[in-house]
């Protein structure tokens, strides 16, 4: 006869294992695969004489130099006379990995060099619903480059342009805080 005090430790043990087996990984998928676009600036909210191209095709896999895998990752590329900018969106499983990815986009995107990264006294945005974020620009010769990167539960976005007559501080601090409120109420999405 099995004594009831195993039994309870066996049937917390089987109940356990079923929990996270069978729910957790259905809760842990924020954005399903291909549903990444709701994400993306449109470039009517660019300032006139924009224009955007795909960064290429959307992916899945493990990211370049130790990243953690990824559900998805899609870029876009936005361009001006004089100027560029980019965004890229990465969905991960777990927070955890996200959280893993925006510690490494933070090393790869404000990598130390000649210049160094500083909060210009120009960005005055605060994001509404990141978990965590980092803007920061550094001058490249004339001209000053400008990043975010930003984790927003299960997704880690990057975003980037230098600021000149094309884009100025003004529109880029918009479009920081169009991306944010856009991420934000995406991903409160039932």
């Known amino acids: ?84 900018a980019f965004q890229d969106i990465r969905s991960f499983r777990r927070i955890v990995e996200a959280g893993d990815e925006f510690e490494r986009q933070i090393r790869i995107r404000f990598r130390e060099g000649a210049e160094v990264w500083v909060v210009a006294g120009e960005i005055h945005f605060r994001s509404i619903g990141a978990d965590r974020y980092r803007v920061a620009c550094r001058k490249e010769g004339s001209s000053t480059y400008c990043v975010m990167v930003s984790q927003y539960k299960f997704a880690v976005i990057s975003f980037g342009a230098r600021i000149n007559s094309a884009l100025e501080y003004d529109e880029f601090n918009n479009l920081l805080a169009i991306i944010d409120t856009r991420a934000s109420e995406y991903l409160e999405r039932p």
């Open 1 to 84: 006869m099995i004594k009831p005090r195993v039994l309870q430790i066996v049937v917390i043990a089987v109940v356990g294992i079923c929990l996270s087996a069978c729910i957790l990984p259905v809760s842990i998928n924020a954005l399903p695969p291909n549903d990444l676009e709701g994400l993306f600036l449109e470039i009517s909210e660019f300032p006139e004489g924009w224009s955007v191209d795909a960064g290429g095709p959307a992916s899945s896999g493990q990211a370049p130099f130790g990243g953690a895998e990824y559900l998805e990752q899609k870029s876009l590329n936005f361009y001006a006379e004089d100027n560029v």
